[in-house]
Antibody, heavy 121, light 108 residues
Framework: EVQLVQSGAEVKKPGESLKISCKGSGYTFTNYWIAWVRQMPGKGLEWMGI????????RYSPSFQGQVTISADKSISTAYLQWSSLKASDAAMYYC??????????????WGQGTLVTVSS | DIQMTQSPSTLSASVGDRVTITCRASQSISSWLAWYQQKPGTAPKLLIYRASSLESGVPSRFSGSGSGTQFTLTISSLQPDDFATYYC??????????FGQGTRLEIK
């Protein structure tokens, strides 16, 4: 069974750093892209970027380029999303999802349960 | 960026109704379109990919059609479990992948 299990909810202060994780199981982790998607409270889905764990090829949405870093450790089948300095506007639910049918883009067939990030002074 | 525009933003319907949600792309995306369902407090769920291919395990009352810039998601006979928010997503290009703004399907 394919599963993506994300790390738990985080409460941080503005300016702090954060790294959240997404562990894949039930499939060959290095053969599929992993995407990160943001959902701000009461809002829609925003694609942040995607990584191919097999070779760490990474693509970012222009809206998130330079704001976050996406990485992966294929030895432990885990992808990461990190911030060096959080802002209040980073407060959101963050989902990882497996990319499938990828050619010039991917749809997402399996999703993690989400990680809620709260940023408050 | 390829802009994805869904209509309507909110749709009120009754159990048993046939409903259609439309998604329009700002430029041609061939058939590189997916549809997702999201219920409150849960992750999105893939329903349709490549515009009309039904994801395994998704009920056959869901169907997708279209190509180029105009796409539709149809639910043939609404069930209580279908009241949720629906998103389209284009994957014609990574630069960037984009979602529609969502359509909230509510009980009339």
């Amino acid at each position: 069974e394919v599963q993506l299990v994300q790390s738990g909810a985080e409460v941080k202060k503005p300016g702090e750093s954060l790294k959240i994780s997404c562990k894949g199981s039930g499939y060959t982790f290095t053969n599929y892209w992993i995407a990160w998607v943001r959902q701000m409270p009461g809002k829609g889905l925003e694609w942040m970027g995607i990584i191919y764990p097999g070779d760490s090829d990474t693509r970012y949405s222009p809206s998130f380029q330079g704001q976050v870093t996406i990485s992966a450790d294929k030895s432990i089948s885990t992808a990461y999303l990190q911030w060096s300095s959080l802002k209040a506007s980073d407060a959101a639910m963050y989902y990882c999802a497996r990319g499938s049918g990828c050619s010039s883009g991917c749809f997402m067939d399996y999703w993690g349960q989400g990680t809620l990030v709260t940023v408050s002074s | 960026d390829i802009q994805m525009t869904q209509s309507p933003s909110t749709l009120s319907a009754s159990v048993g109704d046939r409903v259609t949600i439309t998604c329009r792309a700002s430029q041609s995306i061939s058939s590189w379109l997916a549809w997702y369902q999201q219920k409150p407090g849960t992750a999105p769920k893939l329903l349709i990919y490549r515009a009309s291919s039904l994801e395994s395990g998704v009920p056959s009352r869901f169907s997708g059609s279209g190509s180029g810039t105009q796409f539709t998601l149809t639910i043939s006979s609404l069930q209580p479990d279908d009241f949720a928010t629906y998103y389209c997503q284009q994957y014609n290009s990574y630069s960037p992948i984009t979602f529609g703004q969502g359509t909230r399907l509510e009980i009339k």
